[in-house]
């Protein structure tokens, strides 16, 4: 059975950091991307960050500088460092393995919030 779970969600004030966990298992987790997306209420879902297995990352330009994607394969873990934070990155972030090569899958985790306030 496939599951992706997101951890290290709460709150935050402006100008702090947290650090989100995601754990997969049932993958082979060397043929998926890591990624990260957020939805705020009446926002459209967006793509913060994504990580290869090779290791290359790429970030939404709302993000650059302040967040890093990293993973873990022995752990079969990625991550999401985020920094400097504000009010603005107020969403749910979810957890996403999405599946390389000519047959496509795709697995998401329940979410974890994340609310950056005063």
């Given at each position: 059975q496939v599951q992706v779970v997101e951890s290290g969600g709460g709150l935050v004030q402006p100008g702090g950091s947290l650090r989100l966990s995601c754990a997969?298992?049932?993958i082979i987790f060397s043929m998926h991307d890591m990624r990260w997306f957020r939805q705020a209420p009446g926002k459209q879902r967006e793509l913060v960050a994504t990580i290869s297995?090779?290791?290359s990352t790429s970030y939404a330009d709302s993000v650059k500088g302040r967040f890093?994607?990293?993973r873990d394969d022995a752990k079969k873990?990625?991550?999401?460092?985020?920094?400097s934070l504000k009010p603005e990155d107020?969403?749910?972030?979810?957890?996403?393995?999405?599946?390389?090569?000519?047959v496509k899958a795709n697995y998401w985790g329940l979410g974890t919030q994340v609310t950056v306030s005063s």
């Open positions: 997969a298992s049932g297995p090779a290791g890093i994607i990293s873990a990625a991550y999401l460092q985020m920094n107020t969403a749910v972030y979810y957890c996403n393995a999405d599946r390389l090569g000519p």
